[in-house]
């Protein structure tokens, strides 16, 4: 089966691409061009025509990239065209007239890559994450697993396990042979090792999924303490009603920024008080939830009614910035007790002190997450198949006697597995599908 899809992005452009994969990539550029296949890994420009009638649709750029040497591993064609809907949708039409072609699924391009030996599933997941890269830590840290050092590090972990259990089948398929002691702590020695080495790599607050899915910022507080403004404001757009009237937000409202080159997801939350609204009281659990999970708690009060006890209290507690709002109404200073957490003053009327506020969430996020780790885990997927693997490596640290050699071999083939399953050594089909339709079409 041959595949295409339009691989930039929808609408009208001044050049568009249209990607091609399978045997018959081929023939249908001779079919489209009516001429022979051009050089390979040559831009040709050639007239684009209908099949069956000859008539000219468009003049663009032809690549041709022969296998295996091209992104899929397969005979792959690209046209360079110009990027009108109509102009697209005619080449598409006339590609579907040859037979065994079909369009392109989401990432299916990618994972031809993956299956043809091309690139691994590290490698495919950072091409996903490099696509959708909106901030530029984002992309530093794809292009970082792109390089492959974390690849690397988990084959070489792989490796070591692999041998560790040859050594121990070498003792369950040659019982009659007394295993040396040094062989045995040798062996535990180096389990032990590669065990430690799983427990750094997860011990990193997890700065690899943060980064890639976006820091956690709730704005927390009483009611009109302006919470909403204070979300307008940041996202320099009306994305929160704001009213007079106490109570307006009651559930989580929550908008994407780029703050100072960080990914963020802010959420305005449903104002805290004592209330009989059985709405606005789910509202407030909700709230109180959002900010127990968050990365960074804006805790926002009117400076002219600052309470913090209770719960503003607890919440200021970690991780939290005092955001003191209608700083411009104050008469004196602030109350010592107050002046001891980290906080700041502001007033979104006035506009006074918002770049110090993001100031201070800019050096919370980089002193908080920002690592210079070349191995980062980046998904929920690699950490529980590392976790895995450290379940198993624990249940043959507990094996000491030599004839739990068997049962602890399985427990090595187990843990070998898990880590194979994150590079895609090993049968991963039903981890495929999940990974791939994060994709766009055309890639």
């Keep these: 089966m041959t595949i295409f899809a339009l691989s930039t992005g929808p609408g009208i452009s001044g050049v568009a691409i249209i990607r091609i994969s399978g045997p018959d990539s081929g023939f249908i550029i001779k079919s489209l061009t009516n001429k022979e296949l051009p050089r390979a890994r040559m831009a040709t420009l050639r007239k684009i025509n209908n099949i069956n009638t000859s008539e000219l649709i468009d003049e663009g750029i032809i690549l041709w990239f022969p296998g295996p040497q091209s992104y899929t591993g397969e005979d792959m064609v690209e046209i360079h065209i110009h990027g009108s809907k109509a102009g697209i949708l005619a080449v598409q039409n006339e590609i579907l007239k040859i037979k065994n072609c079909r369009l392109a699924e989401p990432g299916e391009f990618t994972k031809l890559a993956f299956q043809n030996g091309k690139i691994n599933l590290l490698k495919a997941e950072s091409i996903a994450d490099l696509i959708s890269a909106e901030t530029e830590i984002q992309r530093q840290q794809a292009i970082k697993i792109m390089k492959g050092k974390s690849s690397d590090k988990f084959n070489e972990l792989r490796d070591k396990l692999l041998k560790i259990l040859s050594f121990v089948e070498a003792k369950i398929d040659f019982p009659d042979e007394d295993l040396p002691e040094e062989n045995l702590k040798k062996i535990k020695k180096d389990s032990s090792n590669v065990l430690n080495e799983i427990n750094k790599i997860l011990n990193d607050q997890k700065v690899g999924e943060i980064i890639?899915?976006?820091?956690?910022?709730?704005?927390?507080?009483?009611?009109?303490?302006?919470?909403?403004?204070?979300?307008?404001?940041?996202?320099?757009?009306?994305?929160?009603?704001?009213?007079?009237?106490?109570?307006?937000?009651?559930?989580?409202?929550?908008?994407?920024?780029?703050?100072?080159?960080?990914?963020?997801?802010?959420?305005?939350?449903?104002?805290?008080?004592?209330?009989?609204?059985?709405?606005?009281?789910?509202?407030?659990?909700?709230?109180?939830?959002?900010?127990?999970?968050?990365?960074?708690?804006?805790?926002?009060?009117?400076?002219?009614?600052?309470?913090?006890?209770?719960?503003?209290?607890?919440?200021?507690?970690?991780?939290?910035?005092?955001?003191?709002?209608?700083?411009?109404?104050?008469?004196?200073?602030?109350?010592?007790?107050?002046?001891?957490?980290?906080?700041?003053?502001?007033?979104?009327?006035?506009?006074?002190?918002?770049?110090?506020?993001?100031?201070?969430?800019?050096?919370?996020?980089?002193?908080?997450?920002?690592?210079?780790?070349?191995?980062?885990?980046?998904?929920?997927?690699?950490?529980?198949?590392?976790?895995?693997?450290?379940?198993?490596?624990?249940?043959?640290?507990?094996?000491?006697?030599?004839?739990?050699?068997?049962?602890?071999?399985?427990?090595?083939?187990?843990?070998?597995?898990?880590?194979?399953?994150?590079?895609?050594?090993?049968?991963?089909?039903?981890?495929?599908?999940?990974?791939?339709?994060?994709?766009?079409?055309?890639?």
Excluded at 287 to 316: T, Y
Excluded at 358 to 367: P, T
Excluded at 422 to 430: C, T
């Design 212 to 443: 890639r899915e976006g820091f956690k910022i709730a704005i927390v507080g009483p009611t009109n303490a302006g919470k909403s403004s204070l979300l307008n404001n940041l996202s320099n757009r009306e994305v929160a009603i704001v009213s007079e009237i106490a109570g307006t937000t009651r559930d989580v409202v929550e908008t994407h920024l780029n703050v100072d080159g960080y990914p963020v997801i802010i959420s305005d939350t449903a104002g805290i008080r004592d209330s009989k609204d059985e709405i606005e009281k789910k509202g407030i659990r909700l709230s109180l939830k959002k900010a127990e999970n968050a990365d960074l708690k804006l805790v926002v009060v009117d400076a002219k009614n600052i309470d913090l006890s209770g719960f503003l209290n607890d919440l200021l507690k970690k991780d939290a910035i005092l955001v003191i709002n209608k700083s411009d109404l104050l008469k004196e200073k602030l109350d010592p007790e107050i002046s001891k957490f980290n906080h700041v003053l502001i007033s979104l009327k006035d506009n006074l002190n918002i770049d110090k506020l993001i100031l201070k969430i800019k050096n919370n996020l980089e002193n908080k997450f920002i690592s210079e780790e070349d191995i980062l885990i980046t998904r929920e997927r690699h950490r529980q198949h590392l976790l895995q693997c450290v379940d198993y490596l624990d249940n043959f640290s507990d094996k000491n006697d030599k004839k739990d050699f068997d049962k602890g071999a399985e427990d090595l083939r187990l843990a070998t597995r898990q880590l194979g399953m994150i590079v895609g050594k090993v049968d991963v089909e039903e981890i495929l599908g999940n990974i791939f339709n994060d994709f766009c079409i055309g890639k």
